[in-house]
Structure formats: C-alpha cells, structure tokens
C-alpha cells in the first residue's frame, strides 16, 4: 500500500499499524517535505518515495490500497483521484470537509466499485470496548446520558498546527478534529441523531475553534454531552455513562496514541492496548465504586478487518456512510452555535 502524507497520522498511526499487520506493506509515501522524505527513508526504508500524488498514480497498477494522511481539505479531492485509478482508499477521519462532499465521493467509489473506508481508529478505544461490554452485560441500566470528552490545557495563542491556524471551512477547529472522534463514538454507541445543540468557540484568537461542546438527542432518547477542547486547564473524566442501575466512569484516555507516538508497535509488544488499573474505570453506585477491569485497546483490528474485506471481498472496516451522518451531526452543530438554537435533523430513512 501507499501512504500519502508523513505527518502524526502517516508517521505515527499508519505506518506503524500497517507494518504490524500480517498481509501488509507500506510500499510507497507521498511526502513533499524534504525533512519529512529523510524521516521515510531511515524509518521505513524498504519504501519507494515520492513527491507529489501524481507520481503514485503513475505507478497504481504497483498498489493494491492507498492511505490518505493529508489535511482535511485535501481528502476528498485525493480519495476521488485514487478511486478513478482504481485503488482503494482508506481516507483518514474526516471524510470530506462537508457531508454533500463525502456522499458525492461515495457515490464515486459505488459507481467505480471500489472500496471506501476511513479511519475511525478511536472505535476501537479501550473504553469504547469496556462500555460496550457492560451494555451488553445490561450493568448500567437504561442509559439516560453518555458524556464524552477529549479535552487538553494549551492556552497559548502561538501555535504552528495546522489545525489551529486553518480555518473551519477549509477543516481547521477541535469540532471537526476530535469532534469527528467524539460524534462517531456516540452514533455508534446509541444510534441516529433527531436533535443538536452546540457552542463552538475560538477562545485563543486563532482562526479555528479550539473548544466545542455538542448536545445530541438520539432517537433511542439518549443525551450525548460532548466536549472537545484545547483551552480546558481542569479536564473532566474521559467518560461518564449515567444509567439507571449504575453509571460507568472512565478518568483518562487510552493509550495507544502515547504507545504508537513513543515508537512501539502491536506486533513488538505483548499486551498491547492493556491499560493499568489505575487508569481502568469505576462502575459507580452513588457514592460506591467498583473497579472495572478495561478490554484491552485494539487499534490494530481496523487494518485486520481491512485485510479481510480485500481479501474475501467482505464489508469495509468502517461504512463511509456512517462518516458521511458524522459529517450531517457536524454541520448541525455549526448552524446551532451561529444561531443559538436547536437544530433538528431529518429521521434516517
């Protein structure tokens, strides 16, 4: 496979993935940066590298899959050039910058029967396994809310990410970033959207939102409370489920991303996603508190289950269209936050 983009994604969440899963190879990356080309080339140096997507697809025919680790703005346009060369494309979350983009771009891949997917790796998180477990094991009840946050203390207004000196509408801003993370998890968790309710706010100056809270009405009437912010100096608990015979509290997040940033990968590692019980969560009664020993983290099971769908032709990792309904709940949290109102959304067909 190909990897276009040799950022914190291609570098540090792909490649290393890809390289720990049986079946798979990075071949090639895309990489204009000459300092980024010199990282390639001592980390992976069995890849071809290239400068420009154009250069690739030249070479399609040597690719069975393309990765795309770009800024946002560019996935859409990229996911379309890879699916008219015949290849497909894992496009890292999100989608498209709006939700028309993404279901034009699934159209695309329908039309040319190839396969689209994206990279919800954060589904497969130690807690969201651990609270589906107890969903299923009824431990907590009938959910009334699921509270969820990715929530950081970087106050300064002097920042290089391009993510916070982009602007939303080109797929800058927290809301699009880990709001992408945070609305899949819910949707996934407790089913369609009916209503949204957000504030969205650029409280360091910079041209894109660096703290969002959204507000979810689900049609199972389930409250989903999310937060993902760059300016929170008391972050709150990465989760907490209220549910009628218990709630599920969860104090930080998984560790994957701090293990794959460090340099370890899934197959160098025995237990990996395990996470200490210090940070396993509390199955809560009032005041009371059980520990709840955390399903391990398995971050890896995404390209497991792509190797699957390429071989034996099964169903993509993760549906585009769930990406796409991600993409709807996103740009009805934007027109709540203009307005200062409830949105509603249309019922699924």
């Avoid at 015949?86 to 891949?109: Q, W």
């Avoid at 993510?163 to 927290?174: A, S």
């Avoid at 996603?273 to 391990?296: C, D, F, I, N, Y």
């Avoid at 309904?325 to 307005?339: G, P, Q, W």
């Amino acid at each position: 496979m190909a990897i276009i983009g040799y950022g914190l994604a291609g570098r540090f969440f792909h490649a290393p993935l890809v390289a720990a899963t049986d079946g798979l190879a990075v071949a090639s990356v895309v990489t204009s940066s000459p300092e980024r080309r010199g990282l390639v080339a001592r980390e992976r140096p069995g890849a071809l590298i290239l400068t420009r997507p154009a250069d690739l697809w030249e070479r399609a025919e040597e690719h069975d899959l393309v990765i795309l680790a770009t800024p946002n703005d560019t996935h859409a346009p990229l996911a379309a050039e890879a699916i008219d060369h015949g290849l497909p494309v894992v496009v890292d979350k999100p989608l498209a910058l709006t939700a028309d983009e993404a279901d034009a771009l699934i159209r695309r891949a329908e039309r040319a029967s190839t396969m689209l997917t994206v990279f919800q790796n954060r589904r497969w998180d130690s807690d969201q396994l651990t609270l589906g477990r107890l969903l299923k094991e009824d431990r907590l009840g009938s959910v009334m809310r699921y509270e969820s946050r990715f929530e950081r203390w970087r106050p300064s207004a002097i920042s290089e990410a391009w993510r916070d000196v982009t602007p939303p509408e080109m797929g800058g801003g927290q809301l699009l970033d880990l709001g992408s993370h945070l609305i899949d998890q819910a949707l996934v968790l407790f089913g369609p959207v009916k209503q949204v309710y957000a504030e969205v706010d650029a409280r360091r100056g910079l041209p894109s939102d660096d703290d969002a809270f959204v507000a979810l009405h689900h049609h199972g009437e389930v409250i989903s409370h999310l937060r993902a912010s760059a300016v929170t100096a008391a972050p709150g608990p990465r989760l907490r489920v209220l549910g009628t015979k218990a709630a599920f509290v969860v104090p930080g997040l998984d560790g994957q991303e701090d293990a794959l940033r460090a340099g370890t990968r899934p197959d160098q590692v025995r237990d990996w996603g395990s996470e200490p019980r210090s940070r396993w969560g509390q199955l809560m009664h009032g005041e009371e508190g059980t520990p709840v020993p955390s399903e391990r983290g398995d971050w890896p099971r995404f390209y497991a289950l792509l190797v699957s769908a390429l071989r034996d032709g099964g169903p993509p990792p993760v549906d585009p269209r769930d990406a796409a309904a991600t993409l709807r709940v996103i740009e009805a949290a934007r027109r709540s936050a203009a307005h200062h109102d409830v949105q509603t959304l249309a019922a699924p067909v």
